[in-house]
C-alpha cells in the first residue's frame, strides 16, 4: 500500500509544471491602428521595471475586468501569438486615484484650450 502511494506521490511530482509569469493589466483601454479598443498588459511584476505596455486584443479566462483599475495577477506563461490570456489568480487590483485624476487633469486642459480658444476668437 505505501508503494502505491508513494508511486502516485512521484508520479505526480514528474509532471511537468505548466510555465507561468506574473502580468499587470492597465486600468484604461488603447484604440489600435485597426480601430479595436484593447488591453495595456506588460510582464513583470517589480515596481521598477518600465516595461512598454503592449496591446493585447484578446481575451482572459478566469477574469473579469472593470475599467479604472490597474490589476496584478498570476498567469499562464504568455504568448503573444494566443488571442486568450489564462489567468490562475489576481493578485490585486489597484484603485488609486491616478486613472481619474488624469482623466480630470485631461478634461480641465481641454477645457482650458477651449476657454484660450474662445478668448482668441472674441479679440478677431
Not at 94 to 114: F, G, I, P, V
Request: proline share 2%.
Amino acid at each position: 500500500m505505501k508503494k502505491i502511494i508513494l508511486g502516485i506521490l512521484f508520479s505526480a511530482l514528474a509532471l511537468p509544471a505548466i510555465p507561468q509569469e506574473f502580468m499587470k493589466v492597465s486600468g484604461e483601454l488603447v484604440l489600435t491602428n485597426d480601430m479595436q479598443r484593447c488591453y495595456q498588459i506588460r510582464r513583470g511584476y517589480s515596481r521598477k521595471d518600465k516595461t512598454q505596455w503592449e496591446p493585447f486584443c484578446g481575451h482572459f479566462k478566469n477574469f473579469y475586468y472593470e475599467q479604472g483599475y490597474e490589476y496584478t495577477m498570476h498567469v499562464e506563461k504568455y504568448d503573444a501569438q494566443a488571442d486568450t490570456i489564462y489567468v490562475i489568480k489576481t493578485i490585486g487590483r489597484d484603485n488609486s486615484d491616478s486613472y481619474r485624476k488624469q482623466m480630470e487633469l485631461k478634461k480641465k486642459r481641454e477645457e482650458a484650450a477651449k476657454a484660450t480658444q474662445s478668448v482668441l476668437d472674441s479679440q478677431k
